[in-house]
C-alpha cells in the first residue's frame, strides 16, 4: 500500500493499509492458536472447554470463526485466555517465533523478523523515541535482582564450606572465594537498590524483595511510624 499526499486518496490508503495490517495480526494470532490446538490434539470445542474453566468463556464457533479468518475482531483479553488455556504465553501467540519468519510490526512497516518485532513489543528493544523509562527501570532490577541472589547464595555457600572445610588449606581457599563473593553481593546490592529508588522517585513502586535481599530495602521509621499510629 502506498502512501499518497491528496488528502481525501490518502485518508483512503491510510484506513485500507491499517485495515490489512489488523487482518496480518489477527491472521497470525488466529494461525497460532490453530497450530498449538492440533498440537495438543485438542478439538475446538476442548479449547472452547479449557476457557470456560479459566473463567471467561469462548464458545467452540468463536474459536472456529477466528481460525478460519470469518471473525471480524479479536479482543485482547480473548489472546490473554487462548494463551492461558493453551499453556503457552500470550507473547507466542502474536509474535511466534519460530513459527513465523517476518512480521508487520507497525503499518507501512516493512516486515522484519519475528524475534526483532518481539523484543520490541516485551520493551527489551526500544523504539528511539521511546519514553517509557519505569520499564527500563523494572528491566534493570530484575537483572540487578537476579545477580545479587546468585552473588548471596554463593555467599552462603561458602560461608558453610568455611564452616565445614576439614583442612586448613580447603578453609583458606572457602574464606577467598567468600571475601569475592561478598564484594559482589554487596555491590549488586547497591545496584538493586540504586534502582529500587530511581524506581520509587519516577512514581513507582518496586517489585516485592525475597527474604535473602530484605535488608536490601531501608528498615521502617520507627519514629514516623509510631507518629501515624497516634
Same mark, same amino acid.
Given at each position: ?22 487482518d ?7 494461525? +497460532? &492458536?490453530?497450530?498449538?490446538? %492440533?498440537e @495438543? !490434539?485438542? =478439538?475446538?470445542?476442548? #479449547?472452547a ?6 473463567g ?21 483479553? +480473548? &489472546?490473554?485466555?487462548?494463551? %492461558?488455556? @493453551? !499453556?503457552? =504465553?500470550?507473547?507466542? #501467540?502474536?509474535?511466534?517465533?519460530g513459527?513465523?519468519?517476518d512480521?508487520?510490526?507497525?503499518p ?11 523484543q ?17 527501570h523494572? #528491566? ?10 546468585a ?8 560461608r558453610?564450606?568455611?564452616?565445614t ?5 580447603q578453609?583458606?581457599a572457602?574464606?577467598r ?14 545496584e ?39
Open positions: 500500500m502506498t502512501q499518497r499526499r491528496s488528502d481525501h486518496r490518502y485518508e483512503e490508503d491510510t484506513e485500507a493499509d491499517d485495515l490489512e495490517w489488523e496480518h495480526v489477527m491472521a497470525t494470532v488466529a494461525s +497460532e &492458536v490453530r497450530r498449538r490446538r %492440533k @495438543l !490434539r485438542w =478439538s475446538a470445542q476442548d #479449547l472447554d479449557r476457557c470456560e474453566e479459566i471467561y468463556p469462548i464458545p467452540r464457533n468463536v474459536i472456529a470463526n477466528m481460525e478460519s479468518g470469518r471473525r471480524a475482531v479479536l479482543p485482547l483479553v +480473548e &489472546v490473554m485466555v487462548l494463551a %492461558k488455556a @493453551l !499453556r503457552m =504465553s500470550p507473547i507466542s #501467540l502474536i509474535y511466534p517465533v513459527y513465523v519468519d512480521i508487520r510490526q507497525l507501512y512497516q516493512d516486515p522484519q523478523p519475528a524475534w526483532d518485532a518481539l520490541w513489543f516485551t520493551g527489551n528493544s526500544p523504539a528511539e523515541d521511546a519514553t517509557d523509562h519505569m520499564l527500563d523494572f #528491566l534493570a532490577h530484575d537483572l540487578e535482582l537476579r545477580s545479587a541472589l552473588a548471596v547464595e554463593s555467599e552462603d555457600y561458602e558453610w564450606k568455611v564452616k572445610a576439614p583442612n586448613r588449606v578453609r583458606e572457602a574464606e572465594a567468600l571475601a569475592r563473593y561478598a564484594d559482589q553481593a554487596a555491590n549488586a546490592k547497591h538493586l537498590r540504586r534502582h529500587r529508588d530511581a524506581i520509587r522517585e519516577a512514581g513507582g513502586t518496586p517489585p516485592h524483595l525475597p527474604s535473602l535481599l530484605a535488608d536490601v530495602d531501608p528498615p521502617p521509621d520507627t519514629d514516623s511510624t509510631e507518629e501515624n499510629d497516634l
